[in-house]
């Protein structure tokens, strides 16, 4: 799958297969709603149908674009950030020649990782779900920043599928600084105003088929300036799988493959955030988890801000190769009705946490501005509540129940 990812970017967006049809998606930009996401059609040459849905030709365009209107000199460092552009699904919110300008500040650093990692994923979901096209919207927040939100509906693989990308800056709402200093955050404001930026990217894959697991990824940077001029920092996120039916082979290769991301920087990280993990995801009222978990951080200030930003990039980068083999091995898996049945019922529960629990969530709705489409993006497309729901005894959904229950080690 790395092979394939560094194949794609090599290929960019220029080499176009004679005679392919455009898809024509919509975004929203500063003057409305316009066409925005090009996608090729199913018709396409065969070595253009892998990447079906990726917004090739809008981003050849840019590419031939951008580059010329704002290169500011020459250098191997000019064409390296040029080759990482062509690798985004759109233009970076910033906007090349500022991320050009300012391009050794960590903002800058941890904006081309996000934008980096929403194109591999949805280079390898369309990998995966042939034919499959994600519609690939730009939005602004008028009160400052913007996104992009690249979403796939209705595939064969995948019934569901977002990645977006959020870079948001101004002042914080009171209601979002109550819930920082909540966690223990000091926060001192300068006339009762906190200026920040904020960025990351954060997805959630739904598939089809009940024995494919659901995938949470979210990995993002939050700078505030405080009335003296400092700067507080910080570094969140984690990788969480949400599985349907329980499989203990996949349940170690996905936690494998986050121990060895942690494990490159420090292997205290990975019992720690498993733990996290565990912790955070956990319906109250169900009294159970959401899934098999991964892992979570939040407020990650040290050890030093290189340090975690190295570390973030790798968890990042261990998405794909977590997930992937898993899809792959499962997506034609035989099921029946009552097994999707069973599915629709433990997508209820994703739906409740992510709705009474989680931080990221709140923390959208609290903000002046804020995209609710791309925030609600996590939500699946279809789900069930059924009163009394319980499974029988010595089930393959019981298992799944008490695991959920009662979170295991599968490292050790």
């Not at 800056?169 to 300068?190: C, D, I, N, P, V």
């Not at 951080?297 to 050890?303: H, T």
Request: net charge positive.
């Amino acid at each position: 799958m790395a092979r394939l990812l560094r194949g794609v970017c090599a290929l960019g967006a220029r080499r176009m297969a004679p005679g392919s049809e455009l898809r024509r998606g919509r975004g929203f930009s500063s003057g409305g709603w316009r066409p925005l996401a090009l996608a090729w059609a199913a018709g396409a040459a065969a070595a253009a149908a892998g990447l079906a849905g990726l917004g090739l030709a809008r981003r050849a365009e840019m590419a031939r674009r951008q580059p010329r209107e704002e290169a500011g000199g020459g250098g191997g460092g000019e064409d390296e950030l040029a080759r990482r552009f062509e690798c985004f699904m759109a233009p970076p919110v910033s906007g090349m020649r500022e991320l050009r300008s300012r391009r050794g500040e960590m903002r800058s650093r941890v904006e081309m990782v996000v934008m980096e990692t929403q194109g591999q994923v949805c280079r390898a979901l369309a990998q995966l779900d042939r034919g499959a096209s994600f519609t690939v919207d730009r939005w602004e927040r008028k009160e400052g920043g913007g996104g992009i939100s690249c979403v796939l509906q209705n595939g064969e693989i995948f019934e569901k599928a977002g990645v977006n990308v959020s870079v948001v800056f101004g002042h914080l709402s009171e209601e979002a600084a109550q819930q920082m200093r909540s966690r223990g955050k000091t926060l001192k404001a300068k006339d009762g105003k906190l200026p920040f930026c904020a960025m990351g990217v954060s997805s959630v894959i739904h598939p089809k088929n009940p024995y494919v697991p659901t995938i949470h990824f979210n990995y993002r940077y939050f700078e505030i300036e405080e009335a003296d001029g400092s700067k507080q920092w910080w570094f969140g996120g984690g990788t969480d799988l949400t599985p349907t039916y329980l499989n203990e082979e996949d349940a170690v290769h996905f936690h494998k493959t986050l121990k060895e991301a942690c494990d490159q920087h420090n292997p205290e990280f990975y019992p720690k955030f498993k733990k996290w993990c565990d912790d955070y995801f956990y319906i109250k009222h169900r009294g159970e988890r959401r899934g098999i978990g991964g892992i979570f951080f939040d407020d990650l200030d040290w050890p030093s801000q290189e340090e975690a930003f190295q570390f973030v990039q790798s968890c990042a980068k261990a998405v794909v190769p977590c997930y992937a083999p898993i899809v792959k091995k499962h997506c034609h898996d035989p099921f029946t009705p009552e097994e999707k049945l069973w599915q629709q019922i433990r997508r209820g529960r994703y739906v409740e946490f992510n709705l009474v629990y989680d931080r990221g969530t709140k923390f959208g709705l609290a903000t002046p501005g804020s995209r609710i489409e791309s925030i609600l993006m996590s939500l699946p497309l279809t789900a069930r509540w059924e009163y009394m729901h319980s499974p029988p005894e010595n089930s393959r959904e019981a298992e799944i129940v008490e695991v959920l229950r009662q979170p295991k080690d599968w490292v050790h």
